[in-house]
């Protein structure tokens, strides 16, 4: 059994992945087309505005210094968006987000790769090459997505969480001074997946699937729980205590970050589709 965890997933505490699902081809299409436009209009004013302080210059320096504003509003700007946001003007409008393949947040050698190549297949050529790879790859890329190892995500999803699990009364006690940090995401996972599936199974199964993870966990668990212990009290015990754990360990540092700047910092984040 295997949960196929990604390294760089995002795991909750109570071992739910968390993974951004990407862009269609169309709202891709409106994101770009607004970059576009901004990018022509930075442009012709950093153009403009130069030419105007810039008339006693020679011609060829004149037109190399044009060059450079050409480059820094075609490659530079939207590399210094996405490098600083994850997003581009066009992608904060429609809600996108650049993201590595794993889900994870897209380093500045990525993105930069990504808009080198996007002057070849989008405006040098009309952005015909982008809008072929688009429609024959899932998720949708274009060329320096493949190239760069990212691809688009959708931001604004509402986030789903399956019910969180119960903690057995009579474990409660011994949850709160197990040692549960050591647990691997993977296994996590697995378990809490098993549980919220435990009704397709039949009963001799069942137990034997909840044994078998029981084992598992325990490995990494101490001390063991109190004799008598049932496999499916265990792994509900487990999990309830982890999750109870990453929920204090969030609050103290919204807590923490309320006393330092006055207000809740780190809004702006993508808001994500949880895969059970």
Request: charged share 20%; proline share 7%; hydrophobic share 45%.
């Amino acid at each position: 059994m295997r949960s196929g965890l990604p390294k760089d997933d995002l795991v909750t505490g109570e071992a739910v992945v968390v993974a951004l699902p990407f862009a269609g081809l169309a709202i891709r299409a409106l994101s770009g087309a607004v970059d576009m436009f901004v990018h022509l209009l930075l442009t012709v004013g950093l153009t403009f505005g130069f030419v105007r302080v810039a008339g006693g210059l020679d011609d060829a320096l004149v037109t190399s210094f044009s060059l450079l504003i050409t480059v820094f509003c075609l490659v530079g700007f939207p590399v210094i968006c996405e490098s600083l946001t994850g997003r581009t003007v066009g992608k904060k409008l429609t809600g996108l987000r650049t993201v590595r393949n794993d889900g994870g947040p897209a380093d500045p050698r990525r993105i930069v790769t990504r808009h080198l190549i996007g002057v070849v297949e989008i405006w040098l050529t009309g952005g015909v090459p982008a809008l072929i790879t688009g429609l024959l790859t899932e998720p949708t890329r274009r060329l320096g997505d493949i190239a760069a190892g990212t691809y688009v995500a959708r931001d604004r999803v509402r986030l789903e969480l399956p019910p969180p699990p119960e903690m057995p009364a009579p474990l409660q006690a011994w949850a709160r001074i197990a040692d549960l940090g050591r647990i691997p995401d993977e296994l996590a996972i697995l378990v809490r997946t098993t549980m919220a599936q435990q009704a397709d199974f039949t009963g001799a199964s069942g137990e034997r699937i909840e044994q078998m993870l029981a084992s598992r966990v325990a490995e990494h668990v101490s001390p063991d729980p109190p004799r008598g212990t049932t496999a499916r009290a265990f792994l509900q015990a487990v999990m309830a205590e982890r999750r109870r754990r990453e929920t204090d360990r969030l609050e103290g540092q919204q807590t923490r970050r309320r006393r330092l700047f006055g207000g809740v910092a780190g809004t702006d984040r993508p808001t994500a589709q949880v895969s059970p």
